[in-house]
């Protein structure tokens, strides 16, 4: 099996995976168990899954090259750029933007609805790849190199973090390590950690719910029933089940007892109703998942012509490797960021396990940016090929990073 089919294969388990236990959370003492088998088979999340597989598809047919060979106002990336901040801005009008939770994350046209920063996360990493290529022998100086693209990734990142800011923070993480691979001197982005540092300070200490969950992640047990209910209530989740599990469908915690139990907090119903086995399934996925996008992203060979010259194919472009770079850090790091969250091991943050928690917008983005990704390696799989019956050897895999153009 090749990357880019494996690939598909892990995001269409994950789908799966994850529609079952949206709909097994989403269970409660009203509903009988015809109500339960028309919900898992037409019900919101199975239609949202289905979606989400199409634009898995619909992802496979770009042509992510092209994406950078366009110039002027053909290119779509202005048109990202300006969508993102317009829509990070338009949350907080009146009439447009909605508030779901107590935040302004939310904008609703007609009976769509919209999550901005969903959008900001998977849009930033193709304007960050899109300036590195354009930049290529700029990006080891400082002030042309590093700080045009940081200070626009800071700017979108502040406009999200007004009301995300976990998003925020996976954000600028994934741009400064795309920026890194791209050519970028790790102690330049060492000068601006202690501002981006203070700056997380200051969203966090300005803001008392923020603050409330530093005191829970610090001692939830001080106010078991305020501050440290939602962290009690998911380790409770997880040591419910155990090894076995409490079976699919049979958990407690979803009961009104765990807050957000159909989303960001998923996975602590997986835990109580797979047990460890099924918790350690789906933490495999994400590995494969993760292994897959950087062997596509790092993926190159030389192939030796009967003359004795060398070719060079496979992702041809870095353009191409920073997309599937970046798309594969934004969906592992997310995951990584939401186990350690449900776990106890970081402080309570809004942000949803990738493919797993319920979503239409986020689960619609990611299928569609991880087949842009399926798409790169079927890309570079045909470069390959049309070496090979031109005449030339067999590749031999070398695993270098190609070289900017």
């Known amino acids: 099996m090749r990357p880019g089919q494996g690939l598909l294969f892990l995001v269409i388990a994950l789908l799966?995976?994850?529609?079952?236990?949206?709909?097994?959370?989403?269970?409660?003492?009203?509903?009988?168990?015809?109500?339960?088998?028309?919900?898992?088979?037409?019900?919101?999340?199975?239609?949202?899954?289905?979606?989400?597989?199409?634009?898995?598809?619909?992802?496979?047919?770009?042509?992510?090259?092209?994406?950078?060979?366009?110039?002027?106002?053909?290119?779509?990336?202005?048109?990202?750029?300006?969508?993102?901040?317009?829509?990070?801005?338009l949350v907080h009008v009146p009439g447009i933007g909605r508030e779901v939770n107590g935040a302004n994350r939310w904008i609703s046209i007609g009976p769509i609805g919209l999550q901005p920063s969903e959008i900001a996360k998977w849009g930033v990493p193709l304007i960050v790849a899109w300036h590195c290529c354009r930049r290529t022998g700029a990006l080891g100086t400082?002030?042309?190199?590093?700080?045009?693209?940081?200070?626009?990734?800071?700017?979108?990142?502040?406009?999200v973090a007004v009301e995300d800011l976990g998003t925020a923070v996976l954000i600028v993480m994934v741009s400064l390590c795309m920026l890194v691979a791209a050519g970028v001197r790790l102690w330049h982005v060492g000068l601006l950690l202690p501002a981006a540092g203070a700056?997380?300070?200051?969203?966090?200490?300005?803001?008392?719910?923020?603050?409330?969950?530093?005191?829970?992640?610090?001692?939830?047990y001080k106010d078991a029933q305020g501050k440290g209910y939602h962290v009690i209530q998911s380790m409770a989740a997880i040591a419910g089940g155990g090894l076995p599990g409490r079976g699919l469908g049979n958990g407690i915690q979803k009961f009104g007892y765990l807050p957000e139990a159909t989303t960001d907090f998923i996975y602590a119903i997986a835990c109580e109703e797979l047990g460890i086995v099924g918790a350690i399934g789906i933490l495999a996925l994400f590995v494969m998942l993760?292994?897959?996008?950087?062997?596509?992203?790092?993926?190159?060979?030389?192939?030796?012509?009967?003359?004795?010259?060398?070719?060079?194919?496979?992702?041809?472009?870095?353009?191409?490797?920073?997309?599937?770079?970046?798309f594969t850090l934004t969906v592992t790091l997310q995951a990584l960021i939401n186990v350690a969250v449900v776990t106890g091991l970081a402080p309570t943050k809004g942000i949803a396990l990738p493919l797993i928690s319920r979503g239409g917008t986020g689960w619609i983005l990611t299928a569609f940016s991880l087949g842009m990704v399926a798409a790169i390696a079927r890309a570079s799989d045909a470069r390959r090929r049309s070496l090979e019956t031109a005449g030339v050897a067999e590749p031999e895999l070398d695993g270098a990073m190609p070289q900017p153009a």
């Open 16 to 89: 799966v995976t994850g529609t079952v236990l949206v709909n097994s959370a989403s269970l409660t003492t009203a509903g009988g168990p015809g109500t339960t088998i028309q919900e898992l088979l037409i019900g919101r999340n199975t239609m949202f899954a289905v979606a989400a597989v199409i634009f898995l598809w619909l992802g496979t047919l770009v042509r992510v090259e092209g994406i950078f060979t366009r110039r002027g106002w053909s290119s779509p990336i202005p048109w990202l750029l300006g969508t993102i901040i317009l829509g990070l801005v």
């Open 142 to 159: 400082f002030w042309k190199g590093f700080v045009p693209p940081f200070a626009l990734v800071s700017f979108i990142a502040a406009l």
């Open 199 to 220: 700056a997380f300070v200051g969203l966090v200490v300005t803001s008392p719910y923020r603050m409330n969950r530093i005191m829970a992640y610090m001692d939830p």
């Open 290 to 326: 993760a292994l897959t996008g950087l062997a596509i992203a790092t993926s190159t060979a030389k192939v030796r012509a009967a003359d004795g010259s060398e070719h060079r194919v496979g992702l041809t472009t870095n353009f191409e490797s920073l997309v599937a770079l970046g």
